[in-house]
């Protein structure tokens, strides 16, 4: 019992993790209809600036706060300097031109930090475990993310509902020449929203810093994931974004935990322990394939495309 | 004659002739390794022509072509860990099993249009990489090495590299050939048609949904070739073969050289493949160039270098 | 000319090049990570392998010493190519390094292939051991089984009688807690294999590993890793609960991250920086001299180790090195002085040898250092080496 709400806070944590890396996809997406993989870099940058900025400032929070400046920033330079020129594009130029950014990226990186990585450690307040129900202890740090992200989405959720700037977007998710027809400067709300996409992808990546490391080509793996909960949600949908990457965060997390004693059953430890992780990681995937043959626009399509 | 014609034909031409004469150089120069670069040149430019013929002339966005590496190289890696040697099994296996494969996810993918298509390929490249991934008998994530590379008759010995990398390249020059009759054949007309204007072709009575699938599995089972002639060429096989990246790196190759140009992924492979051996021994950080000269390409240069190699003598592409 | 070009390429089909001259100097390739996470874990075998051609005059029986560095990115592809370009391109005599066993199973077969010694400074997979053993295949670490033995035995005494394995899902992985479980008598609760090198968030490892309510927990990760889950291991509030028990996961290099987390945790090794022998005396200052603010690890002494075996092997052929079969010889006599004292290789070109116990204090300056508590095992051998076919 105890093991089953344990590895469902880290199915919670790791889903509300990746539904602020598909938010930002997911708002690009709908709105520009732009396939940005170059996403991950920004959730690798997150990460970088947030473990120079924490040993510069020597706090952990500040650093946060800093690198996330820094990626908004960043995030807006890319949209004006490169992103820009690639709307009303077609897709395969979106995924070259994006892959490029990718390289470019990583290199940079690699030229700024150095091929060895860095590492954020957490402040000790945050490296405890604390009691959440009688008997059960969970980490105080994932129980921090969960508030962020929860924060983060309810922050979200008030501004695309309730704000002009969240009317203007659901506007441009559903029809794009409407918004510039009602005289809105779209250029800017198309560099605000990427830079709102970055943000949260760096928010993604500084938060992951502690528990993983700070490395060149870490935004690679999650960013396919976060693209999958993306289709799988529906292009432009929060909504769907948030209910999808939920679904892959218990898919991961509950498969690794429970597939290999299930499959220990049929095969030996060794065999079971290979291939426990890797169908859990095929089961996402398998979602996505299924989700798209019977609903070729994600569960909350946005209709427009 | 223009001048056009001129400089890209005397490219070509050097081409396909220096292509055959690497192994005399490198036995000369005493380089061995040039040989083992140029065969990797020579079979991911077979991969890339594969890729080709769907992205470039279909107009089909698979964003999961490594996976027929993959697959091609499983087939002969796991046939040969079982002991199971002779080539005239592994490679017909090898194609078939990645034909099936394309006909499998090429059934279900080509339901879907634009973005959802890049994904659902993409999805099920990552499915046959974690598949492979989690067989622990054939080594899961640590992959496979292949001790025996395949046999056939005598004369044919591929752990000879020269007569491996004249065997490839024969390949290499035969599929090319193949893809070239087949875009110009009729088929090739409605599969072209279906990727400027696919409603007029359905309305003009072709079935564009099955001339598309058996172009995407056609592509699929020549890059399963590739994968066979990979696995042989690195002795190894893992499943790092058919990352996403590796998707990516063959959609760059097609794109550099120049889409839907019988001989544009030669220039594509070579010129990466080149490029990324001699900028990464002058300089660690080549791929900061290369990205963003990506990007421009995208921008600028739809032609890629075969449209570069039209436009340098002055006729428009 | 058509027949001509014919003619030239059937001729050089089928003639063999002739075989090199006399060497000129030694020329060796070093396989290691030198970029990303474990990065720092290449670089100490470098500069600790550095140390060692510094102490030998930069010279080998006379010959100067020429090293080309290849950076594998801790993946098996990688270090399979860079493997084949030092034996094609840059036709060294000998190839060194390799931290990681799935990188050193990819890269035998051309090594062997071509008859170029390969020395595994770190690597130790089972394979190398019993079935693939060969006559140019040799090693200054030990065999991934024997290090987790050492700490099976030791838990034994520490009268443990329940563990929970964690590890890493490679070839090492499997091999360190397959270690543990042939010499420990107790029972053996669970067992959890992680993605590698991906997979850095053990929370739902830790979780079962908690549930489980075993006496002890054993667990494997190098480089960086180590770091995460020692302190995810706090994290879950498992410190001072459950006690840890450990192989090649604290070192000198990440000891720096680990700080307090550490401290107390024991782990087995084979060799440690306190080794009361005049080499590792040399050894230790000198590499703290050399490089300040660094520390010399077991990585580095092994490649060290490695650097003075291929001298002595230089020296003994006096520089000839195209009689394999002397060299190979001279090689195995291992006639050098090894920085954990005595050094013989077994049959199979493993290495027969102690092992410690290594605790984690704060020493007077307060700096995190490892120091040596006991000798676990003596002249301890791989259990694989019955199935080589070298006798």
């Known amino acids: ?305 | 004659m223009t001048p056009a014609w001129n400089v890209r034909t005397a490219t070509v031409v050097l081409l396909l002739t220096a292509l055959p004469l690497v192994p005399v150089y490198t036995r000369l120069a005493h380089d061995p390794f040039l040989l083992t670069l140029f065969t990797r040149i020579v079979i991911m430019a077979l991969a890339a022509v594969s890729l080709n013929l769907i992205l470039g002339y279909g107009g089909m966005m698979s964003f999961g072509h490594a996976a027929y590496l993959g697959i091609g190289g499983y087939a002969v890696g796991m046939l040969a860990h079982e002991g199971i040697y002779s080539g005239l099994v592994q490679w017909p296996l090898a194609l078939a099993a990645s034909a099936l494969f394309a006909l499998v996810i090429g059934a279900l993918s080509l339901r879907t249009r634009g973005v959802y298509f890049i994904m659902i390929t993409l999805a099920f490249a990552q499915m046959a990489y974690y598949v492979v991934a989690g067989i622990a008998r054939y080594g899961g994530d640590d992959g496979l090495t292949i001790y025996k590379r395949s046999q056939f008759f005598s004369p044919l010995d591929l752990s000879n590299k020269i007569q491996f990398y004249y065997l490839c390249l024969v390949l290499l020059y035969g599929v090319t050939y193949l893809v070239w009759r087949l875009v110009n054949s009729r088929f090739g007309m409605v599969v072209r048609g279906a990727r400027s204007n696919e409603i007029r072709m359905r309305a003009l009575g072709f079935p564009t949904y099955r001339y598309k699938l058996v172009c995407f599995v056609i592509a699929g089972t020549l890059c399963g070739l590739a994968g066979a002639l990979l696995a042989n060429h690195n002795d190894f096989i893992s499943p790092a073969t058919m990352y996403w990246t590796r998707s990516g790196d063959l959609i760059v190759m097609v794109v550099l050289g120049g889409m839907a140009s019988p001989l544009g992924p030669w220039f594509g492979a070579l010129v990466l493949l080149v490029l990324e051996e001699a900028l990464s021994s002058i300089t660690e950080y080549w791929q900061i160039i290369l990205g963003p000269l990506l990007l421009l390409i995208v921008l600028f240069a739809r032609g890629g270098i075969d449209g570069l190699l039209r436009t340098i003598g002055g006729k428009r592409a | 000319m058509h027949k001509a070009l014919v003619t030239m390429g059937a001729a050089l089909l089928l003639t063999a090049s002739p075989a090199a001259a006399q060497n000129k100097s030694v020329k060796i390739g070093f396989v290691s990570t030198f970029s990303g996470p474990t990065a720092v874990i290449g670089n100490n075998m470098r500069d600790s392998f550095e140390l060692a051609l510094d102490h030998l005059g930069r010279k080998m029986g006379g010959l100067p010493v020429e090293v080309i560095y290849e950076d594998d990115q801790q993946k098996p592809d990688v270090g399979k190519q860079k493997t084949d370009k030092l034996i094609e391109s840059d036709h060294v005599d000998f190839i060194v390094g390799y931290i990681w066993s799935n990188v050193l199973l990819a890269s035998i077969k051309p090594a062997v292939d071509s008859k170029t010694f390969l020395i595994t400074a770190n690597a130790g997979p089972h394979e190398i051991a019993g079935e693939l053993c060969s006559p140019y295949i040799f090693s200054t670490s030990w065999q991934n089984d024997q290090t987790p033995q050492a700490m099976g035995l030791y838990m034994n005494q520490k009268g443990v009688k329940s563990v929970f394995l964690i590890g890493p899902n490679y070839a090492a992985g499997k091999d360190m807690l397959a270690g543990v479980a042939s010499t420990f008598k107790g029972k053996i609760v669970g067992q959890e294999l992680t993605t590698w090198p991906s997979q850095l968030d053990f929370s739902a490892e830790l979780a079962k590993a908690k549930a489980a309510n075993p006496d002890a927990i054993f667990v494997f990760y190098p480089g960086k890793a180590g770091v995460q889950f020692l302190s995810q291991y706090a994290q879950a509030g498992l410190k001072g609960k459950i006690p840890l028990y450990t192989a090649f996961t604290i070192d000198e290099l990440s000891l720096p991250l680990q700080k307090d987390l550490a401290l107390g945790v024991p782990g087995a090794q084979e060799w440690v920086n306190d080794l009361p022998n005049e080499a590792n005396k040399r050894f230790v200052a000198d590499f703290i001299k050399k490089y300040p603010g660094k520390k010399p690890s077991f990585y580095g002494a092994q490649s060290y180790d490695a650097a003075m075996l291929i001298a002595s092997a230089v020296t003994a052929v006096k520089g000839d090195l195209s009689d394999k079969e002397a060299v190979r010889k001279a090689l195995e006599r291992a006639d050098f002085k090894s920085v954990r004292g005595k050094f013989r290789f077994g049959n199979n070109h493993i290495p027969i040898q102690d092992f410690y116990l290594q605790d984690v204090v704060k020493d007077a300056n307060g700096d995190y250092v490892l120091k040596t508590v006991t000798t676990i095992v003596k002249d301890s051998q791989d259990n694989f080496h019955d199935k080589c076919p070298m006798k």
Not at chain 1, 60 to 71: P, R
Request: proline residues 3%; charged residues 10%; aromatic residues 10%.
């Open chain 1, 1 to 305: 019992m105890t093991l089953l709400v344990e590895q469902c806070l880290n199915g919670l944590q790791f889903g509300l993790l990746l539904f602020l890396l598909a938010a930002g996809l997911t708002l690009v997406f709908g709105i520009m209809d732009l396939v940005n993989l170059a996403h991950g870099s920004l959730y690798m940058l997150g990460a970088y600036f947030a473990a120079t900025f924490a040993a510069w400032t020597g706090s952990f929070v500040l650093g946060a706060l800093l690198a996330l400046g820094a990626t908004l920033l960043v995030g807006m330079a890319v949209e004006v300097v490169a992103m820009r020129r690639l709307y009303g594009r077609d897709h395969l130029d979106h995924v070259l031109g994006t892959f490029g950014l990718i390289l470019f990226f990583d290199e940079a990186v690699r030229l700024l930090w150095g091929p060895e990585g860095l590492s954020l450690p957490l402040p000790p307040w945050l490296n405890t475990a604390v009691q959440i129900l009688p008997g059960i202890y969970y980490s105080s740090y994932r129980l921090a993310i969960i508030v962020v992200t929860l924060a983060v989405a309810a922050f979200l959720y008030v501004l695309v509902m309730r704000t002009r700037i969240g009317m203007l977007i659901r506007a441009g998710a559903s029809n794009r020449e409407m918004v510039g027809a009602l005289g809105v400067n779209i250029k800017l709300l198309y560099t605000l929203i990427f830079g709102l996409g970055a943000a949260l992808a760096g928010l993604a990546g500084l938060m992951q810093a502690p528990i993983l490391t700070v490395q060149i080509g870490m935004g690679e793996n999650i960013l396919i994931l976060a693209f999958v909960i993306t289709v799988i949600g529906g292009i432009g949908s929060i909504r769907g974004a948030l209910v999808a990457a939920l679904f892959v965060g218990f898919i991961d997390t509950l498969g690794r935990a429970f597939f290999p004693d299930l499959l220990r059953m049929a095969l030996s430890t060794a065999a079971a322990s290979t291939a426990a992780p890797a169908l859990s990681s095929m089961l996402i995937y398998l979602l996505m394939a299924v989700v798209l043959v019977f609903k070729p626009e994600g569960l909350f399509s946005t209709g427009n495309k």
